[in-house]
């Protein structure tokens, strides 16, 4: 095509530089309609099937979230005791607490509700492929909130570093750990840490199922 637009301009310049010449020019030859290109079906490339987009498929659950779950999944009564005098935090007060752990949200999150010490709190549970950890949400209702990742986990034992908010307290720095090789009697010991540095206990319990 590129061929056929070339040699009709090339024609019509040397029509108008003949008829703009002197009286004496020759009159230039009329100029015949080019005939249309013949192609040739069987080298002309066959009109390719377009390719159809591939369907973009939706993640699925981790498989270690059921997994664990299975282990999990059920109905806790805890005891233990907590930080909660403000004015002397190594003061351990006795609690108790009821917590329900199910696997929910199409099998992506554990999720744990508890009861006790005059407050209630929900938890989220998951597994992060990409980071190859686990990962955890938990809020109160008393406006706190803390979100956490498993530094480590060993024979049953798994340890969570996060950060905590609330209390009119400026942020503070969370380190659990969970033994859960005895999945009808899970173990737990929290600490805090005001400069991520000097830890002190903040509360422990043993929820049997």
């Not at 999720?111 to 949400?137: C, E, L």
């Amino acid at each position: 095509m590129k061929k056929i637009m070339f040699a009709i301009v090339t024609c019509a310049t040397s029509v108008a530089f003949a008829q703009g010449a002197g009286s004496g020019a020759a009159k230039a030859p009329e100029m015949k309609k080019a005939d249309a290109p013949k192609t040739d079906a069987k080298a002309a490339p066959a009109d390719a099937k377009k390719a159809e987009p591939k369907k973009m498929e939706m993640p699925k659950a981790p498989a270690e979230v059921a997994e664990l779950a299975k282990q999990l999944v059920g109905t806790y009564n805890c005891t233990g005791s907590a930080a909660m005098d403000m004015a002397d935090p190594t003061k351990m007060t006795p609690m108790k607490l009821k917590m329900v752990m199910k696997l929910d949200a199409d099998k992506a999150w554990i999720t744990s509700a508890m009861t006790g010490v005059g407050m209630k709190m929900n938890a989220m549970t998951t597994f992060d492929a990409q980071s190859k950890k686990w990962y955890r949400i938990l809020t109160d209702s008393m406006g706190g909130s803390e979100t956490s990742w498993s530094a480590g986990a060993q024979a049953g034992k798994v340890v969570w570093e996060g950060e905590a908010r609330g209390m009119g307290m400026k942020p503070w720095k969370t380190r659990e750990t969970e033994d859960m090789s005895n999945p009808k009697d899970v173990k737990m010991t929290g600490e805090m840490s005001m400069d991520g540095k000097t830890w002190m206990k903040s509360w422990e319990a043993s929820c049997k199922k």
